[in-house]
């Protein structure tokens, strides 16, 4: 037996295994609470609460746009954004994921994504997009984006 | 040590793991060797040889276009494309990846491409683009594509 015990820890030690791996129906509950949280900031156009959702190293890959690498990038990003577009609301913004696929402590899914925002003077933009997005599960236990790539969607 | 024997067992079962999981050095040669083969695949424009490097449930994600959903999709999908480019012949093709990561049986990257296509009546399409992928190491061992997103590049 203590045979058997010795050969079953090596078994144990040797096996690849995932750390900080969550059972799927953990995963999933933490994935929809990634995806409610990116809703939620983007809605009320919360940069700051938009990026505590990205990982340190996140990349955002937009189209006819070099690939924005790393939290200081993403930050520089949204804020030209808001500025570019200073004294806009949203009107609403709907978010629809699929396809949620969980290996260890990455997961991937891809999202529809509707907005409706009103601009300065009166004019209105009206958009659709798909995402795909990687995410990660971060050390404290929390779901957070590490790639997306946008592209715009027929209406 | 009965007791001991059958708790490690319990351990070693109810352990969080991924199947067939490759060592850092494997994956990397196996995603080299898929980012070769589509490299090949396109510049080729063969498409049996580009849904090989699918999985059967791959996804993939255009601009102003419908997800296309599983490999029947996909092969649809293609043959419309080849339809609507007929007589046209791939001039050059070129693919470079980067920052991949590997979790378990799945992994990610990013790739610029270049592509200048000669089309029927002297018109040549010189166009750039990015994809973000997340692949899948099948149960055979080979690195497949499961999600694509694709959007233009600047020139």
Redesign the interface.
């Known amino acids: 037996?203590?045979i058997?015990?010795i050969a079953?820890?090596a078994?144990?030690v040797t096996?690849?295994?995932?750390q900080a791996?969550?059972?799927p129906a953990a995963a999933r509950a933490g994935i929809d609470r990634f995806n409610k949280a990116l809703e939620d900031a983007t809605r009320r156009m919360d940069n700051a609460a938009t990026l505590a959702l990205w990982e340190d190293d996140g990349?955002s890959?937009?189209?006819?746009?070099?690939?924005i690498v790393g939290k200081k990038a993403l930050t520089k990003f949204l804020d030209e954004v808001m500025a570019g577009i200073a004294g806009a609301k949203m009107e609403s913004f709907a978010l629809d994921c699929h396809?949620i696929?969980v290996?260890?402590?990455?997961a991937?899914e891809?999202c529809n994504e509707h907005q409706i925002v009103q601009l300065a003077g009166d004019k209105k933009f009206d958009g659709r997009g798909?995402?795909?997005l990687?995410l990660h599960l971060s050390a404290d236990g929390v779901w957070r984006m590490?790639?997306?790539?946008?592209?715009?969607?027929?209406p």
Not at 15 to 18: C, D, E, N, Q
Not at 61 to 67: R, S
Not at 147 to 153: D, F, G, S
């Open positions: 037996m203590r058997i015990g079953l820890i078994l144990c096996a690849p295994r995932v791996q969550e059972s990349i890959i937009l189209p006819q746009t070099a690939p396809d696929e290996t260890g402590t990455s991937t891809w798909r995402m795909l990687v590490k790639r997306e790539m946008w592209n715009q969607a027929s």
